[in-house]
Structure formats: structure tokens, C-alpha cells
């Protein structure tokens, strides 16, 4: 649950700045290795997060890998 909140936190709060400053390929790595870090409950509360569309694709791009 810990794990969940901390990279829910990451998503909702810090996601945005992060990708402004990090190349697409870490941001892909990053968020798969969150992922990989939260539960089913987790995944699904983070697919509802509002996400710009930008994010949204790379959030998408780092699952299909």
C-alpha cells in the first residue's frame, strides 16, 4: 500500500515536471519500474488520474513494453 501511495504521489503531483526534464527513454524506464512496484488496486487508481494527453502516451508506451 506504501509502495502504491508513494508512485500515485509521483503520478499526480510530480509527473508533469519530471517528464519536462528527463528524456522519453528514462521517463519509459521510471514509470515501468513504478508500475512493476504497485498492485492491481494501484494501476487502476492510477489510470484515473487526469493526465495530459502527452503523459497519458507515455504512460501508455511504458505499459505496452
Known amino acids: 500500500v506504501?509502495?502504491?501511495v508513494a508512485c500515485l504521489v509521483f503520478l499526480d503531483d510530480q509527473f508533469e515536471e519530471f517528464k519536462e526534464k528527463h528524456d522519453e527513454a528514462k521517463i519509459?524506464?521510471?514509470l515501468k519500474k513504478t508500475w512493476g512496484k504497485m498492485s492491481k488496486e494501484g494501476h487502476d487508481l492510477a489510470l484515473e488520474i487526469p493526465m495530459t494527453?502527452?503523459?497519458?502516451?507515455?504512460?501508455?508506451?511504458a505499459l505496452a513494453e
Do not use: Y
Not at 53 to 61: H, N, P, Q, R, T
Open 2 to 4: 506504501l509502495e502504491d
Open 28 to 30: 519509459v524506464h521510471i
Open 53 to 61: 494527453e502527452e503523459c497519458k502516451a507515455l504512460v501508455g508506451k
